[in-house]
């Protein structure tokens, strides 16, 4: 099976165990209420999830045996298509993400093509092509 990005998209009930992985304490509900949502399947199981509010990814987390394997990399492009249907840039704070998960992701976004934003540390931009 292949790694496959839904956006938007009402989880299969054979996703829901995996997907509490990622997201607990926080209910699916709970997180469609803050916009679109991007879930990242491999095999019937949810591996990485990401939302977007308008031009801002304000959600990345990939489960931790499934990283460096390139799902957070795919993840992260099918978020940034979908947020350039309407913008030409996209943002992320990274000041939004745990404090022991931040060096982590700063790195990640910056081999991604992310820039620090000039005005603020924690913006992260990247321009869509």
Request: net charge negative.
């Amino acid at each position: 099976m292949r790694l496959t990005i839904f956006h938007n998209e009402n989880p299969h009930p054979l996703w829901e165990n995996s997907l509490k992985k990622l997201i607990t304490p926080l209910t699916f509900n709970e997180l469609t209420a803050t916009g679109d949502v991007h879930i990242a399947v491999f095999n019937d199981g949810v591996v990485g999830i990401s939302l977007s509010k308008d031009d801002s990814i304000t959600y990345l987390k990939v489960r931790d045996i499934t990283r460096r394997r390139g799902v957070g990399k795919y993840l992260l492009e099918e978020t940034i298509n979908f947020i350039a249907k309407d913008f030409d840039k996209a943002f992320i704070d990274t000041s939004k993400f745990p404090q022991e998960e931040q060096d982590g992701l700063i790195y990640f976004l910056e081999m991604e093509g992310f820039v620090k934003e000039n005005d603020n540390s924690s913006i992260y931009v990247y321009e869509v092509v």
